[in-house]
C-alpha cells in the first residue's frame, strides 16, 4: 500500500484535537466528548472518510484502555449489553449507505439532550432502582447503530450505564471492553462497503502517535477523580456533544 496521507495542515487542526478528545473519552473522563470526534473532522472530511479513518486509532485506543482497567469491569453487565450492541452494529451496516449522516446526528444529539434534561431537572433518589433491563437492551442497541454510523455511540450507553452508579473506574473498565469488541465488529462491514483506501488509512497512521497521548492523560485523571464529578463532567461532555450533533442535523 502507498504512504499517501492527507497533507492540508487545516484538516489536521481539526482531527488532532478530535483525536485527543476520543483518547480522553476511552479512559473514561469526558466520556461524552468522544462522539465530538466525527463531528469535527467532518468539518474538513466527509463523515464516511472521517469514521474510516479513525477505526485504526480506535483499535489501539480500545487495546490501551482494556490493558489499562483489564481489573476494573463489570462481566456481567458486559454480557447483558453486547449482543444488543452488536445487533445495533448489523442495522447500522444494512442501513449505512441509504441513511443520511444528518438524521443521524440529529437523533442522537436529540436523545443525548433528553437524558441530560431528565438527569438534571429529576435527579435519582438515593434509592431509586436502576433503569428496567428492556432500556438497557434498547440503548445499547442504539449505541452500536449510531457507534457504525458516526462513532457516536457513547450517549446512548452512558444514558443506561451511568444510573447504574458503578464507580469511575468500574465505568471506565466496563465501557472500554464493550466499545472494543464493538469497534472490532465493524472492521468487515467497514471493508465491505469500501469505507478503506490508501490515503485514508496512511492519514491513520499519522494520527495514531497522539492515540496513546489522550488515553494516557484521562486514564491519570479517571483514577484521581471524585465520583460525585466524574459523572458531573460525564454529563457535561455528553450535553455539548448533543448541542453540536443537533447543530449539525440543521438544513
Known amino acids: 500500500m502507498p504512504f499517501q496521507p492527507i497533507t492540508d495542515p487545516v484538516f489536521y487542526a481539526f482531527s488532532i484535537p478530535a483525536v485527543l478528545l476520543l483518547g480522553l473519552s476511552k479512559s473514561g473522563f469526558g466520556a461524552g466528548f468522544g462522539s465530538l470526534a466525527v ?6 472530511v466527509t463523515v464516511p472518510e472521517a469514521a474510516a479513518m479513525l477505526m485504526p486509532v480506535l483499535l489501539v485506543m480500545d487495546l490501551l484502555g482494556m490493558a489499562a482497567f483489564r481489573k476494573d469491569f463489570d462481566a456481567k453487565l458486559l454480557r447483558f449489553l453486547l449482543p444488543f450492541g452488536l445487533l445495533g452494529i ?3 451496516a444494512m442501513l449505512f449507505q441509504g441513511l443520511s449522516p444528518r438524521w443521524v446526528a440529529g437523533i442522537v444529539g436529540v436523545a443525548t439532550l433528553v437524558f441530560v434534561a431528565q438527569r438534571l431537572l429529576f ?3 438515593p434509592r431509586q432502582p436502576p433503569p428496567p ?3 438497557g437492551a434498547l440503548l445499547a442497541a442504539t449505541s452500536g447503530f449510531t457507534s457504525f454510523i ?3 455511540g457513547g450517549p446512548p450507553i452512558n444514558a443506561y450505564v451511568i444510573p447504574l452508579k458503578l464507580s469511575p473506574v468500574r465505568f471506565t473498565g466496563t465501557m472500554a471492553f464493550f466499545f472494543f469488541v464493538i469497534n472490532l465488529s465493524k472492521w468487515v462491514p ?3 462497503l469500501g469505507l478503506f483506501d490508501a490515503r485514508l488509512l496512511s492519514t491513520a497512521l499519522v ?3 497522539f492515540a496513546p497521548l489522550g488515553v494516557w492523560a484521562g486514564v491519570r485523571i479517571a483514577r484521581r477523580i471524585d465520583a460525585a464529578l466524574f459523572y ?15 447543530w449539525d442535523a440543521l438544513p
Open 232 to 246: 458531573r463532567l460525564v454529563l457535561a461532555g455528553m450535553a455539548l456533544t448533543g448541542v453540536k450533533l443537533v
Open 150 to 152: 458516526a462513532h457516536a
Open 90 to 92: 448489523v442495522v447500522g
Open 207 to 209: 494520527l495514531l502517535p
Open 123 to 125: 435527579p435519582p433518589r
Open 39 to 44: 463531528p469535527m473532522m467532518a468539518l474538513v
Open 133 to 135: 433491563r428492556w432500556v
Open 190 to 192: 467497514y471493508a465491505m
